[in-house]
């Protein structure tokens, strides 16, 4: 991957889990008709958007390296980015949102590298290089807007997934690769489309995750800045939508104030919005973000944040009142009368940390069978283990190499050799070790002798529970798979055919030779590909620039016979040729 991108800092100190999501850019599978297809967005989105468009945006096409003439390399667009503090890597379309957050949180910007096809011009459900490119790339050269970003991944990727996100993520995931797919058949498609649409349907609770996506959406997607009654579009998905971005503006799309409320309302990727939210600047959007996180497990902990993680069936994170860490997948946990947690397990890999720095030998390689211990106060005694000094301690006994037994006031019981404990910088005890050890509570033993060596969490409560791993280096990174075309998937000799014709009006505009070529190629298109629109277009703009009223006639002609036969499509030549 290093060969695949400019280098840059921000993409080297990115964690291996992270990483693993960066695919090669591939400049050279683009094909000429995609570079076309880039051109047309560009070009009319830049006409149209320099009147409704925050004011940041077209200055940041130019500060971020993005032309509108060609599809951009990723060199060239880190080489750029690195002024303003930001990278870019090209991803494989979606990625779970927990990534893609965490990306923006270390400032790099993902790029799905696909683009759109050609029926798809006006907007696709499946992120590409328009949507990212030339819509998340220009704002963040706004200070204002690029901080919130890097906030908003700093929080979102914390958020908490359910098991209903990620069997939606995947199914979202592969009905986007099928619709941007030169080789899905109908029948896959519509598969993928009815699973889609049963999991929609499904009433669940909405998790940490939907919420903070939804704020997303209507922001970072979907956003618009300024006031009711003249707002500006900021957000990507308009930015990158040419049919969208003019309809949003229309008094059908209801325009909103935008608060905290926006995390309730769900959306549709793949139909126009009905509602979009309006910020009055970019420091607001802040604001919302920090009362939204207020409400988020990351802040509150307790058994709810407990219960999250143990629902997301997922690796995710609890911190106790110590500051310890334990990482993994929680599967249990035991509450008192007050609804505070006294107990909690994982099951499988494990790893303990401090300030989001793994606890040296204490990584998944010692706790590869999980993790358990029980929290809170001990019975009859006023004061907390976390903090006991020395003296302390050995007033109730707790000596290195001495058997010791005491009961927490939940009534579970510990009982074993104390070997060690580890402090952390307050000088407050995080970790006890205990050798031939027994945990009951009740009648059930939750720890045995035989289990090996049990490490005693110390802490009140739990005061913070997130996804992921604290420290992002103590798992090994889950292989991702790239969406790759089935081997042996050919052109057909038709299509080749048109990749060239698209070439060689490409090379006549950019060199200015061989223009008699124009009209054999117009007539080449009219014979054997009748329903092509864009390249007779391309053909009318070079006649026009050339003064060619014979090539632009017959131009002229070709394009109004698709008008008729494609009125679908009608409004795309017509807005070309606005442009021209």
Not at 200 to 223: C, D, F, M
Not at 284 to 304: I, P, Q
Not at 307 to 315: A, F, N
Request: charged share 25%; proline share 5%; hydrophobic share 40%.
């Amino acid at each position: 991957m290093a060969d695949t991108y400019q280098s840059n800092p921000l993409i080297e100190a990115l964690p291996p889990h992270l990483k693993q999501f960066i695919k090669p850019q591939n400049y050279e599978s683009y094909t000429p008709i995609n570079q076309a297809v880039w051109r047309y967005v560009m070009r009319k989105n830049v006409d149209y958007l320099s009147k409704v468009a925050h004011s940041s945006y077209l200055d940041g096409l130019k500060k971020t390296g993005i032309s509108i003439d060609e599809i951009p390399s990723m060199y060239g667009m880190n080489r750029i980015l690195k002024d303003i503090g930001w990278a870019a890597v090209a991803v494989d379309g979606f990625i779970p949102p927990n990534a893609f957050m965490e990306f923006q949180a270390y400032k790099v910007l993902v790029i799905a590298s696909e683009i759109r096809q050609l029926e798809n011009i006006e907007y696709t459900p499946a992120p590409d290089i328009i949507h990212e490119g030339a819509g998340h790339a220009p704002i963040i050269a706004s200070p204002d807007y690029a901080e919130y970003l890097r906030r908003f991944g700093a929080i979102g990727s914390k958020a908490i997934a359910s098991a209903h996100d990620m069997e939606m993520y995947h199914a979202v995931r592969d009905l986007s690769i099928l619709k941007e797919s030169d080789y899905a058949s109908a029948e896959a498609i519509k598969e993928a489309e009815n699973k889609v649409e049963q999991l929609q349907k499904k009433k669940v609770e909405p998790s940490e995750i939907a919420k903070i996506r939804n704020l997303h959406w209507w922001t970072v997607e979907y956003g618009l800045v300024g006031s009711l009654d003249n707002p500006k579009i900021y957000g990507a998905g308009l930015l990158s939508s040419i049919g969208e971005s003019k309809s949003c503006m229309q008094p059908e799309v209801k325009k909103i104030p935008y608060s905290i409320e926006a995390a309730k309302q769900d959306f549709d990727i793949t139909k126009p919005q009905p509602q979009l939210y309006v910020t009055p600047d970019f420091a607001y959007l802040a604001e919302v973000l920090e009362e939204f996180a207020d409400g988020m497990a990351l802040r509150k902990g307790g058994h709810r944040g407990l219960k999250r993680l143990i629902d997301s069936k997922s690796i995710g994170t609890i911190e106790l009142s110590t500051g310890i860490q334990v990482s993994g997948t929680f599967t249990r946990m035991i509450k008192n009368e007050e609804n505070e947690v006294v107990y909690f397990e994982t099951q499988g890999p494990t790893a303990l940390a401090n300030r989001d720095k793994e606890l040296i030998g204490h990584g998944i390689n010692t706790h590869h069978n999980g993790f358990r211990s029980p929290i809170g106060k001990l019975k009859g005694i006023n004061l907390s283990i976390e903090n006991m000094g020395p003296r302390d301690l050995k007033a109730y006994n707790f000596y290195d190499n001495k058997r010791i037994e005491f009961t927490f006031e939940s009534g579970i019981v510990v009982e074993g050799l104390n070997v060690t404990g580890i402090r952390n910088l307050k000088g407050e005890l995080i970790l006890i070790q205990f050798t031939d050890c027994t945990v009951t509570y009740g009648d059930e033993i939750l720890f045995a002798p035989k289990d090996g060596d049990f490490y005693l969490a110390v802490g009140k409560k739990v005061v913070s529970a997130f996804a992921g791993a604290a420290d992002p280096y103590s798992f090994e990174a889950t292989i991702h798979e790239l969406s790759t075309s089935p081997k042996g998937f050919k052109k057909s000799k038709a299509q080749i055919e048109l990749e060239q014709l698209y070439q060689k009006v490409r090379n006549i505009r950019e060199t200015g030779e061989e223009q008699v070529q124009l009209l054999l190629i117009l007539e080449k298109l009219r014979q054997d590909y009748p329903l092509d629109w864009l390249l007779p277009l391309e053909i009318y703009e070079l006649a026009k620039q050339l003064k060619n009223n014979i090539l632009k006639n017959h131009a002229l002609d070709a394009l109004n016979e698709l008008k008729v036969k494609r009125p679908q499509i009608k409004h795309l030549i017509e807005d070309g040729m606005g442009l021209i």
